[in-house]
């Protein structure tokens, strides 16, 4: 199994501030995906990510993957109310045969109004 | 894309029985998951399932769990004697009809263990 290590674990924001979240590991992986989990429900895609130093915007949300493919991060600009929610990173290793996901423990974002 | 549905939703059992999970991928792909999440944990890979056949099983994927896709379409993980360990979310998942890396989950299945 390949170890992600998210952080921080939690990050509570007011409105309009920017942050980041990082996903980390001492593995190589062939991609990497973020997700965003509410309560209950099922981690939703919001990224893949392929190649190495690879950046990928999605409206305020920015993410890279490290040029070595080890890493990851999740930068959100002016952050509202709505952006508040799990993110979770989840990588594929490189010598998967069936491209199977292994999760980081995920980042609680808060954004108070 | 479209959606990955499960049921039930919401699955209580008492400690000993079986259970039935069932996914339905709208569309034909080539893998299929089955991951899980206990309350506070990570989402944990349980097992892949390739051409009507288990690809990859974790170790926690063991001999009460099975998997089948018995009509083609729905994809089921069933656990034979439940115990109080295997409360959690399960989610099915499919693999993205053109990435191969990108994998879309359904809703989940809360099970709980009385």
């Known amino acids: 199994t390949q170890l992600l290590e998210q952080s921080p674990q939690f990050l509570s924001i007011q409105e309009g501030e920017n942050l980041t979240v990082y996903c980390n590991s001492s593995?190589?992986?062939?991609?990497l995906q973020w997700y965003r989990q509410e309560p209950g429900e099922g981690p939703v895609l919001l990224v893949t990510v392929v190649t190495g130093g690879e950046v990928k915007k999605l409206k305020r949300l920015t993410f890279q993957f490290g040029d070595a493919r080890k890493d990851s991060s999740l930068h959100i600009t002016a952050a509202q109310p709505g952006d508040t929610g799990l993110y979770l990173c989840a990588g594929e290793a490189t010598r998967s045969n069936d491209y199977k996901l292994s999760f980081g423990a995920g980042t609680t974002v808060t954004v108070r109004a | 894309e479209p959606e990955v549905t499960q049921t039930p939703s919401h699955q209580v059992t008492q400690m000993g029985q079986e259970v039935i999970l069932r996914c339905v991928p709208i569309?034909?792909?080539?893998?299929f998951y089955w991951y899980r999440q206990i309350l506070g944990q990570k989402v944990e890979f349980l097992v892949s399932f390739y051409n009507n056949e288990i690809s990859e099983k974790s170790e926690i994927f063991d001999d009460q769990f099975s998997v089948e896709r018995p009509d083609g379409s729905n994809f089921t993980l069933k656990i034979r004697s439940t115990k109080l360990e295997d409360s959690a979310m399960y989610f099915c998942?499919?693999?993205?009809?053109?990435?191969?890396?990108?994998?879309?989950f359904g809703p989940g299945t809360r099970l709980t263990v009385l």
């Open positions: 998942a499919r693999q993205h009809g053109t990435s191969m890396y990108t994998q879309y």
């Open positions: 593995s190589v992986f062939s991609s």
């Open positions: 569309s034909n792909h080539l893998y």
